[in-house]
């Protein structure tokens, strides 16, 4: 049990040897570091299903999970232990708004794959649904190629069969006139083969002659025709077998079925939206903790052990400051000092140089 409750007080980020003077407040951050860890912990698990969605690979997905919720937990406990109770609330809460946007975001990503698990049922469901209208879309793609051409040649083959289907109505009528002739039934009324039946029968024979070079002319190019279109229809029906029919499951997919779940459902939609904030109260629940708590006796001891380093490295560096600037000083007094100091040689040098000149030229009359 102690061991466990000096890993939790560990993944607080206290300091153990000032909380072992403060034993009150180790409750507190018991909890904070209990949160901090589990935080990690569903921070792995959202990883390893993320990465097992996209490759398959358990093995892959746990040394990934380890490693995020691994990044997670150190990342949660970092920003946890680096906010202090000093100041007033507004102080305060300035001083940690960066950290709540970084946990706000850190919850986003860690919920939105556990969303996935929750929903796994229902999204596996519209994922058949999603499935079936891309392959009907890549279907309608497919025809929508071949439609036009084919439509060409049915066309052709209709106008070419349709001047057949002309002739052969014009030959039916013209054979009928010439029998109804022949038996009485119509035409003069008079039964016999006469004339009149003679040129209507070989007005039969003309329209036949006329669709016996129509069909001789005309038929090829409908056999031809018909011929494409079938090759059309093949060459439709081989790439429709050769449609891409893989596993539709990615978390791409997942993400939109889900959403496309909460559009259709609002208790889904709501339900989702709960999950999200969930993730979003436990990552900010430290943070927060940490925010509204007033300032406790482990503080005021961290604030002192602090303030006592912050005042010894002030006291080093202006003393090392202060060290410098005399150097400066003396050596620019000692500088200045030698200066005048040479500069006075120099002049009574001169001076006495002078006086000597006078001195030799004396003797020959001159005087300065």
């Known amino acids: 049990m102690s061991s466990l409750k000096n890993f939790f007080l560990f993944c607080s980020g206290a300091d153990l040897s000032i909380l072992a003077q403060v034993p009150s407040d180790e409750n507190k951050y018991l909890g904070i570091g209990a949160t901090i860890f589990f ?3 569903l921070a792995f698990v959202s990883a390893g299903y993320a990465l097992y969605t996209i490759f398959d690979s358990v093995a892959l997905s746990l040394l990934f999970g380890v490693g995020w919720g691994a990044m997670i937990f150190n990342l949660d406990r970092y920003i ?8 007033g609330f507004f102080g305060k809460f300035m001083v940690a708004l960066p950290r709540l946007a970084m946990a706000v975001l850190l919850a986003l990503v860690i919920s939105k794959p556990l ?9 596996n469901a519209e994922l058949i649904v999603m499935e079936q209208e891309t392959f009907k879309t ?23 069969q349709a001047e057949i289907d002309a002739k052969t109505k014009a030959r039916d009528a ?3 006139a010439a029998l109804a002739e022949a038996d009485g039934s119509g035409g003069s009324g008079v039964r016999n083969m006469g004339p009149i039946y003679r040129a209507k029968m070989a007005a039969a024979e003309q329209a036949q002659n006329e669709l016996d070079a129509t069909l001789a ?4 190019q409908i056999d031809a025709q018909r011929a494409q279109a079938n090759t059309l229809r093949s060459e439709m029906a081989e790439e429709a077998s050769g449609l891409e029919r893989g596993a539709y499951g990615g978390i791409a997919a997942r993400i939109d079925a889900l959403d496309r779940l909460g559009q259709e459902s609002e208790a889904i939609l709501w339900a989702s939206l709960f999950v999200t904030l969930l993730f979003v109260a436990i990552e900010t629940a430290p943070i927060f903790t940490k ?18 380093y912050e005042m010894a490295t002030k006291e080093s560096v202006n003393t090392r400051a202060n060290d410098v600037k005399n150097r400066l000083r003396i050596h620019a007094e000692v500088g200045v000092h030698q200066t005048t100091a ?6 009574a040098e001169i001076n006495a140089e002078l006086e000597q000149r006078k001195k030799e030229l004396r003797p020959f009359g001159w005087s300065g």
């Open 342 to 347: 040479d500069i006075a040689a120099k002049k």
């Open 174 to 176: 013209a054979a009928a």
């Open 115 to 123: 969303e996935l698990k929750i929903f796994e049922k229902e999204i």
């Open 80 to 87: 946890v232990s680096s906010m202090k109770s000093r100041g």
């Open 291 to 308: 925010l509204i708590s007033p300032a406790s006796p482990y503080d005021h001891l961290l604030h002192e052990h602090e303030h006592v």
């Open 217 to 220: 002319a005309l038929q090829p």
């Open 39 to 41: 935080t990690g912990v």
């Open 138 to 160: 890549q279907e309608d793609r497919l025809s929508a190629r071949f439609t036009g051409r084919l439509a060409e040649t049915e066309s052709a083959i209709s106008g070419l």
